[in-house]
């Protein structure tokens, strides 16, 4: 068992945090909580401020209020290395791969990550041959681990992007709608992946999703975003029947 | 296993170099050992430019500050180093990275400067510098210093120990060899596959806890002090240095010799300036100014037709050792 305090210290804490473009109010008061080994959805229509929310919480965008918390540590406003460094990574909407770079060497660069602070570390760092060969396999990409990564499907680079994630070994990872144009087989072998990131890998995950179809094979609580905030956390299936949910968003996506 | 196409080529011009002189008069010895400085000048900015995607409009910055340095102290302007050679050539390195270094905290730091910007920025610090170097009369204003000796060899007496024309071709050839060896080693460790990262995705590697930003100064900091030895071995075989070898205009022409070359591949941009320098001498006294234009056509066809320049494809080396166990197997 992990010391006491942590299993109580939620892993994510998110309070009250806003964030406006110009005169547009994108996040206001939202608050979330995540504790360790938890995974989550956020689904809400398009333009709703879910990616905001990601790009605020990592430090990518400063917020205009509010706070963010790992591990009980605020690190509102710190630089978005400082926070990835305390464990907590992402995947981008658009696949954040290296598309000029092979597969082995895409997996490369979050697997020194722990040796980020120092570039005499980075250039001496050892290579992981059986970790290289277990994050090829998981995402499927052995037959093509010296493949341009920007040569590789719409599939097959959010499975590299989710792979280089799990390579950081962050604790926390956020996903970007990972499942955006995937077909139906690809999108269940992509839920499959994402239930081993949680289970086999004892990763802590939030989802952005839009498929719905998708975050039903997830089976996990959903939040619903509307507003700049939370509406609504419960089970995929009370979700749906909530009046106010559908009116806001399920009942509009038909 | 196969060796590749680009690591036979690779070797094959280094052992094509060290034969030179087999084949060249004095000559053509010492100007192929300052092709060769040129060329170390042109590794400098294809490690950052080809490597992390920094494009220097001021490199030469850095070169001719090298050069300075190691005529300042050669001529004994820095009396208390007693004119020293060695003393000059660890002050070429040192001079310049740390000028290097500096810059890059200026550009990188806080949001940092990107592109276009750091571009225009580089090169108007290069313009700035030059009309320094033009009007400080310490370091000889507009004519610059003259009389810069030639290395020395430590162990001979009088006249006989400055350094021959073949000796001096094998100085440089050594000291490029070095250089290049010792930047592809690090292009080729995990370091230099993050440096890749930086030309166009940033943005990913910093999101995995990766500071950009020293990565950056670091990389510009080697770089600054590899051109700051080209600098200080271009002077001892020149003979003088003078305000445009700190400017705008060489800086623009390492920029064309690495382009035509090839950016992406060190030994690609190594020979690039050995080939532009070699035709420019051998064209110039018959294009005369036409040779500019025709410079400016080559460069614009490297970076439009051909990105990866005269010599990328040929000698792109494979991927690093330590991939080499993923290549799948061919059925
Ligand atoms: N960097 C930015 N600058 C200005 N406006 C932005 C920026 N990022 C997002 N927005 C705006 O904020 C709103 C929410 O965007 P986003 O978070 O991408 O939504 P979602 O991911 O839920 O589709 C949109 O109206 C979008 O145009
Ligand atoms: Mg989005």
């Known amino acids: 068992m992990p010391l006491g305090s942590t299993t109580n210290t939620p892993l994510l804490e998110i309070k009250e945090l806003s964030k406006k473009f110009g005169g547009i109010v994108v996040l206001e008061g939202l608050s979330l909580s995540l504790s360790s080994q938890e995974l989550r959805c956020i689904i809400g229509p398009n333009g709703c401020g879910k990616t905001t929310l990601f790009n605020v919480a990592t430090g ?89 990564a920007g040569s590789l499907s719409h599939g097959e680079k959010q499975w590299l992007e989710i792979a ?53 094979l997830l089976n996990c609580p959903v939040m619903v975003m509307m507003n700049g905030s939370i509406l609504r956390v419960g089970p995929y299936d009370e979700i749906r029947k909530d009046p106010k949910v559908i009116e806001a968003y399920l009942g509009r996506a038909g | 296993m196969k060796k590749s196409i680009g690591y036979i080529s690779s070797c094959g011009i280094w052992i094509a170099l060290a034969l030179a002189p087999l084949v060249l008069d004095e000559w053509g010895v010492s100007q192929f050992a300052q092709y060769m400085t040129y060329g170390i000048f042109a590794l400098s900015l294809a490690f950052i430019w080809g490597q992390a995607g920094i494009l220097c409009f001021g490199q030469a910055i850095f070169f001719g500050l090298g050069a300075y340095l190691m005529a300042l102290t050669t001529l004994e302007k820095f009396s208390w180093f007693g004119g020293s050679q060695a003393i000059g050539l660890i002050l070429a390195v040192l001079g310049p990275g740390l000028a290097a270094h500096v810059v890059g905290q200026l550009l990188f730091r806080g949001r940092g400067l990107s592109g276009a910007y750091f571009a225009i920025v580089t090169l108007a610090t290069a313009v700035i510098v030059e009309i320094i170097a033009q009007h400080w009369s310490y370091i000889g ?191």
């Not at chain 1, 791969?97 to 980020?116: F, G, M, R």
């Not at chain 1, 269940?188 to 081993?196: D, G, P, V, Y």
């Not at chain 2, 070095?178 to 999101?207: C, F, H, N, Q, W």
Request: glycine share 8%; with cysteine; charged share 20%.
């Open chain 1, 60 to 148: 990518a965008l400063p917020p205009d209020g509010g706070s963010v918390y790992i591990k009980g540590e605020e690190v509102t406003g710190l630089p978005s290395h400082e926070i990835a460094r305390r464990g907590i990574v992402r995947k981008f909407q658009v696949p954040g791969i290296y598309k000029d770079l092979s597969v082995v060497e895409n997996l490369e660069v979050p697997l020194n990550a722990s040796a980020s602070r120092s570039a005499w570390k980075i250039l001496t760092a050892k290579p992981r041959h059986s970790r290289m060969l277990e994050l090829l396999d998981i995402c499927g990409l052995s037959s093509k681990a010296t493949v341009l």
């Open chain 1, 164 to 216: 280089m994630l799990l390579a950081s070994d962050a604790e926390l990872i956020l996903l970007d709608e990972p499942t955006a144009g995937m077909s139906i087989l690809e999108t269940e072998k992509t839920a499959e992946l994402i239930n081993r990131l949680r289970h086999q890998f004892n990763k802590t995950v939030l989802v952005i999703e839009h498929d719905m179809f998708f975050v039903r």
């Open chain 2, 141 to 331: 204003g507009f004519n610059g210093l003259l009389g810069v000796p030639p290395l020395v060899v430590i162990w001979r007496e009088g006249l006989d120990a400055f350094i021959t024309p073949m000796e001096n071709y094998y100085t440089i050839f050594f000291s490029a060899l070095l250089i290049y060896l010792a930047l592809l080693g690090m292009v080729r460790s995990p370091l230099g596959i993050v440096l890749a990262t930086l030309k166009d995705e940033e943005y990913r590697t910093r999101a995995f806890g990766y500071n950009i930003a020293n990565l950056k100064i670091i990389a510009f900091t080697c770089s600054g002090a590899v051109a700051g030895i080209a600098g200080g071995l271009f002077t001892t075989q020149f003979g003088f240095v003078s305000p445009p070898l700190t400017g705008f205009a060489l800086s623009t022409e390492v920029l064309i010799w690495v382009a035509v070359g090839g950016r992406g591949v060190l030994l690609a941009a190594f020979l690039g300036a050995i080939v532009v320098r070699y035709i420019e001498n051998v064209l110039s006294d018959t294009l005369g100014s036409y040779w500019l234009m025709a410079l400016g056509t080559l460069f614009i066809a490297a970076v439009v037709v051909a990105p990866r320049g005269l010599f990328g494809k040929l000698l792109q080396l494979p991927l690093p050792r330590r991939f080499r166990q993923f290549v799948p197997k061919k059925l």
